[in-house]
């Protein structure tokens, strides 16, 4: 089997049906099927997932009602089901019959289509082959490799799948063992967040929770794909279209969930001939890298209706109490803002003045505002500054810390949110190294770890020895992908704990380990009897789940297990951590969450109930944690998100990559994207028509992309089509992580890290 990315004839068309409705139940079906999965099994799944006696579904992070529909799952969400509980497997067979040098010629899709790991498995350089080994086995070289190792050169990554108890076990492990170095998939998404809302707010996490969406009066969308990537949060912003709800958003790519939807739940509307709900009352297609131009904007208008507002003596349009009891910085903020001119905002966003000062104006009017964001606002160079700005924006009218209103990061991976509260994080003052201490007789080390950029350095110029992955496909979805994989390749040690076969488990270091896991979705029976494990939602409620499928080999081990049993292996006897206590019932790992973390009080007793419980924030009633003891309104240093980047719009272009309707990260379902029209391919760059025009390109003609810096570094993409699409003049667009190879790795937020993945300069070049 060979690459074979591009099927005999993609097409792209545009796409006119809503999300959701019958293209959506078509999907689901098709996939299902060809995973080999039954009627039957398709119907308990529908009965599990995200119930309370049920399992958390294993794609997105968004919210779990207490009260869930009868079938409380998505396109999306049924799709990652049939992918992890499919009957296929990456057996002994399979990695006898393949040589890995040849797997590496195979795509991402390809690859984790095999179906499931089922056995430990041990490469042998000799025979460029994975080979089965015993578990015990596997442990114990893996303890002696990483004795004799400097800690300061082992990172231990996390994807953000793995639950609560398995995460708080990992961050031990790495803490006694003798280092931070705890990047988690978090450092390459919502760092921004992570980074930018405790200066702003005093909070790491979004305020809002599912029944604000009930009480809001208006909601904001920037940068987020909700159709492909949290479709759940379709049914939110339905309900509130219903109840004439402005929803205002933002967006260089038309995205069909954004824009109309039909409840596939709704018998009414699935029967009715219409095109579905509009989602959006307003969508602007945005320049990339324009929103804090856009915010600003609104901001000013704001300023100017309330500035009317106090000399005609009518109620002002400012919250000025609440500016007057928590904010801070406001003046300089104002002082900002009546400085922009409107002719920067205008070309900076690609949005006519005009139309920011009627939306300003519906925000100026709206009680309770939401302020949804992803990756479009995260993956930028002011990644940060696009938070706080969004920020302060809501605080000019008292949006946060009332009914109704907040700031809502969408997360990413189902625990993304989580791993980070239980200590999976390089910096050190985020953890509660004290109370580690404590309880667990060891001295944890003190000095800051290493992020997900940080790590790659480290890989890149060799001082990164060992890197141990709890999931993921770390060197797929980090930037430099040219320059990262053959740098992988001089590792001493990697360990990879995972679940699907994958690219980064095709880059043997010199003693290399794939260790095969049971999904969240399984059984997972231990000495006590069925165990369930725990997650975080994007809403911080924290919610338990339980496995019901049969596990797809029987010589799965459970995360947890796998955790302990390196940590047995490699430190043994320096902790009092009672590994195997801990991996015997697992509520023995959340009582200990609960004796660590305040939030987590009563855990056991909590966790099951529909809904989940909230973690406590402050400033959810209205307390900032924050330096100031305010929410600061913070002012940013320009209105252009990526000032230092020449992008000239004619040979130099922004290329924003982002995620199909068949994928999820790394892992690739299919080679349509169903609600971008797109069938067939990964391989192509949307572009529009008058950039195509000048330079002469027309549809399906073959081009390579080369990312424009000055480093002296060559970074290149070859044979993609370019496609005619609604996108911003100066922008394109495609799929990562294909086009992981363009994205420099000092290409980043500057404060939070965060890979700037959607400003990649690059230059179109036509093939021959
Ligand atoms: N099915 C599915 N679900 C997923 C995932 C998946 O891959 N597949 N991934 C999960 C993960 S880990 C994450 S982090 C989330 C990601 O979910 P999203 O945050 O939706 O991430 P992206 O798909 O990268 O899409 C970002 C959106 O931002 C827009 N955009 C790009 N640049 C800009 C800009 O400068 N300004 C504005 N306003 N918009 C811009 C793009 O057009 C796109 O619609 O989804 C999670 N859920
Ligand atoms: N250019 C560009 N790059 C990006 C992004 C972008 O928008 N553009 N997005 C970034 C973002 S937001 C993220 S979050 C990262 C994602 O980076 P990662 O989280 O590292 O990648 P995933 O693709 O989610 O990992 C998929 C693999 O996880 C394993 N897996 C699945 N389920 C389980 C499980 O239950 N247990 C274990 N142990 N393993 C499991 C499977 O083997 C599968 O192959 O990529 C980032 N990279
Ligand atoms: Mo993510």
Redesign the pocket.
């Known amino acids: 089997m060979k690459r074979s990315e591009i099927t005999d004839h993609p097409t792209v068309k545009p796409y006119t049906s809503p999300s959701g409705g019958w293209g959506s139940l078509k999907s689901v079906t098709e996939k299902t099927l060809a995973e080999g999965l039954s009627v039957e099994t398709m119907q308990k799944m529908v009965a599990k997932q995200n119930k309370a006696d049920g399992y958390m579904c294993v ?2 992070a968004w919210a779990k009602p207490a009260e869930p529909h009868l079938a409380e799952f998505c396109e ?1 969400g049924a799709k990652a089901t049939a992918w992890e509980i499919t009957r296929k497997r990456a057996d002994r067979d399979f990695f006898a019959r393949n040589k890995v040098a040849d797997l590496r010629d195979w795509t991402d899709h390809e690859l984790e289509k095999q179906g499931r790991l089922t056995t430990p498995m041990r490469y042998d350089k000799g025979l460029d082959q994975y080979v089965p080994v015993k578990w015990e086995d596997a442990f114990r070289e893996i303890g002696m490799e990483l004795a004799g190792l400097d800690p300061k050169s082992v990172v231990f990554y996390a994807s ?1 799948r793995a639950a609560l108890e398995t995460s708080h076990m990992w961050g031990l492990l790495a803490r006694i063992y003798g280092n931070n170095n705890l990047p988690d ?1 978090s450092n390459m ?2 760092e921004s967040t992570s980074v930018g809302l405790p200066k702003s707010i005093g909070s790491p996490v979004g305020t809002v929770q599912l029944d604000d969406f009930d009480a809001c009066d208006m909601m904001f969308f ?4 909700t159709g ?3 479709p759940r949060l379709l049914h939110q912003i339905h309900d509130a279209r219903l109840r004439g709800v402005p929803v205002v958003t ?4 038309p ?1 069909r969930g954004l824009m109309r939807f039909k409840d596939p739940q709704s018998p009414r509307e699935m029967l009715s001939p219409d095109e579905g709900v509009k989602m959006s009352s307003d969508y602007f297609a ?1 320049r ?4 804090i131009a856009a915010m600003a904007g609104m901001a000013k208008h704001v300023l100017h209706l309330d500035d009317a507002a106090k000399a005609a003596g009518s109620a002002r349009v400012l919250d000025v109490d609440f500016i007057a009891e928590h904010g801070h910085g406001f003046a300089e903020f104002e002082a900002w803002l009546r400085a922009a001119d409107w002719a920067d905002i205008e070309r900076i966003s690609g949005i006519a003045r005009a139309d920011l000062e009627r939306v300003g104006a519906q925000y100026a009017r709206a009680e309770a505002v939401i302020g949804n964001y ?4 995260t ?2 160079r002011h990644g940060t500054q696009n938070v706080q700005m969004l920020v302060n924006l809501l605080l000019m009218r008292g949006n946060i810390g009332r009914r109704g209103a907040g700031i809502s990061p ?4 189902s625990n ?1 949110q989580g791993q980070r509260t239980v200590g999976i994080t390089e910096k050190p003052e985020l953890a509660p190294l004290d109370k580690f201490k404590e309880f667990y007789r060891f001295e944890p080390p003190r000095e800051k770890g290493m992020n997900t950029v940080e790590a790659c350095r480290g890989i890149l110029d060799g001082t990164v020895k060992a890197f141990l992955a709890l999931g993921g496909n770390f060197s797929r979805a980090v930037p430099e992908t040219a320059l990262i994989e053959p740098a992988w390749m001089k590792l001493r040690l990697s360990v990879q704990i995972a679940t699907k076969l994958n690219r980064n488990h095709l880059l043997p270091g010199d003693v290399t380990f794939l260790l095969p896991c049971l999904g969240r979705i399984e059984e997972d029976t231990q000495r006590s009897g069925p165990q369930h494990v725990s997650m975080e939602d994007s809403t911080a409620c924290i919610h338990g789940s339980i496995g019901w499928r049969k596990p797809a080999s029987p010589e799965l081990l459970s995360e947890p297990k796998i955790v302990a049993e390196i940590a047995k292996a490699t430190v043994p006897d320096r902790s009092t951590v009672p590994w195997d206590e801990w991996v015997d019932d697992y509520s023995r790992i959340r009582d200990a969450l609960a004796r660590t973390y305040e939030d987590f009080h009563d855990f056991n007793e909590r966790f099951l109930v529909p809904g989940g419980f909230h973690r406590d924030l402050p400033a959810c009633r209205r307390e900032w944690n924050t330096e100031t003891k305010k929410a600061n309104f913070l002012v940013p240093t320009g209105l252009d ?1 990526n000032p230092d980047i020449e992008v000239d719009g004619k040979t130099i272009l922004n290329l ?1 990559t ?2 199909s ?1 068949d ?3 790394t892992t690739v379902y299919g080679y349509d994207d169903r609600l971008r029209g797109i069938k067939g391919t990964r391989m192509v760059i949307l572009m529009n028509k008058d950039d195509m025009a000048r330079m002469h390109l027309a549809n399906d003609d073959r081009i390579d992309l080369r990312t424009h810096a000055d480093d002296g570094i060559e970074r290149r993409v070859e044979d993609y089509r370019v496609h005619e699409f609604a996108i911003p003049k100066g922008a394109v ?1 495609g799929y990562y992580p294909e086009l992981n190879p363009l994205l420099p790795l000092w290409h980043h937020d500057e404060k939070a890290h965060t890979p700037a993945a ?2 990649i300069p690059v230059e179109i070049i036509r093939r021959a």
């Open positions: 794609s997105c999306n953000g998939s998404c919502h920037f940068g987020q794909n492909t990537n949290s933002f967006n260089p790519l995205e945005i990339p890298g324009g929103d992803g990756m479009g606002l993956q930028h969408i997360r990413g991976h993304v998100v924003l982002v995620r309707n994928q999820f990260n667009a959607k400003s």
